[in-house]
């Protein structure tokens, strides 16, 4: 396999999926004694893999692949650490030596082509602009609209058709305003939507409305005449690709909210049973004589590299997992 094509460039961003702590193989790695370094060291492989852009091979350049020693200097991994979580990953199916280059497998299948997501982005924006410049064009051709707030009624007289008139603006506005709040489509006026809403029905207005919302968030051009964007949009009604329907994002909402808090509960036990073993482990310590901790002490040291002396705390801390790890089943 040709791992040496021309790069596209580096990639500013890599996809990691939000389950990635549930995921089998990063429990399985979480299990060893390392293996919380063993699952960074995976996540900063990934990331090296995107900057290098060569389709999950990690390349210094065209000719030089990353070693094992590279792989430790560069992203700040003791050479012991380093290789027995390459070899782990290995082991696992997550990353494959090929003629001498480390790749991360099944990189294409869960990472963005570039080359793709750019062409794919020229060809909305020019989708995009034409149907923008098709909507000024024709808003241009229609009269000013006087702001919701500038209205006045035509006449005092309370009649049967003026009150009929002022419930189907207020309906109008009721059902539609809200969609067009925060947007320049505010400034649209009641009279204004009431004739769209009997000309076009209110479900075409609605969906009007709140495409020529999200259109504008997404894009923030600037709309010199909101009333006459709105006009051109209900006669000539072209949804985006992108548009996601009013109901769909609210059950979306509506099923983050959900999750959020089954998270938070979630959370909730599992940093009570966290207390509740930290705990367990500091009465375990204070229970154990001065030539026990001495021992784990001794035994935590032994783990590190010779030229790796952390500071005290960390070696207590090391020391009490040790303990910990040592304890007979009945205690």
């Known amino acids: 396999m040709n791992h040496h094509k021309m790069r596209f460039k580096m990639m500013p961003w890599i996809k990691i999926f939000s389950n990635i702590a549930d995921h089998p193989k990063i429990k399985l790695i979480r299990q060893n004694a390392k293996g919380d370094s063993f699952t960074l060291l995976w996540i900063f492989l990934l990331a090296e893999a995107g900057k290098c852009c060569n389709g999950g091979a990690l390349l210094i350049s065209d000719k030089t692949p990353y070693t094992p020693e590279t792989i430790s200097k560069f992203l700040g991994f003791p050479l012991s650490i380093t290789k027995t979580g390459l070899n782990l990953l290995g082991d696992l199916s997550m ?21 793709k997501l750019d062409e794919r982005r020229k060809k909305d924006r020019l989708r995009q602009q034409a149907h923008r410049n098709k909507l000024k064009g024709s808003s241009q051709s229609e009269s000013k609209t006087t702001s919701r707030d500038d209205r006045l009624p035509a006449s005092r007289d309370v009649t049967w058709d003026n009150r009929e008139k002022t419930k189907l603006i207020e309906t109008t506005t009721d059902s539609v305003c809200h969609l067009l709040s925060g947007t320049p489509f505010e400034k649209v006026s009641d009279n204004d939507l009431a004739c769209l809403k009997k000309r076009h029905g209110l479900d075409r207005l609605l969906l009007v409305a709140d495409v020529a919302a999200e259109i504008w968030r997404r894009d923030r051009d600037e709309i010199h005449n909101p009333a006459g964007y709105i006009h051109t949009l209900c006669e000539n009604l ?94």
Not at 315 to 328: E, N, P
Request: glycine share 2%; charged share 35%; aromatic share 6%.
């Open 238 to 331: 072209t949804v985006p690709e992108w548009y996601v329907p009013m109901h769909t994002r609210e059950a979306r909402i509506v099923r983050q909210r959900e999750r959020q808090e089954r998270r938070a509960v979630e959370d909730g036990a599992m940093q009570a049973a966290e207390d509740a073993e930290q705990k367990a482990r500091d009465v375990y310590w204070e229970s154990l004589s001065e030539k026990e901790r001495l021992n784990c002490h001794e035994l935590a040291l032994e783990d590190l590299p010779a030229s790796n002396h952390p500071p005290d705390p960390i070696i207590l801390i090391l020391a009490k997992d040790k303990a910990w790890q040592m304890r007979s089943p009945d205690e």
């Open 95 to 115: 990353i494959e030596l090929e003629d001498g280059v480390i790749r991360i497998k099944n990189w294409s299948k869960y990472q963005v082509d570039l080359e």
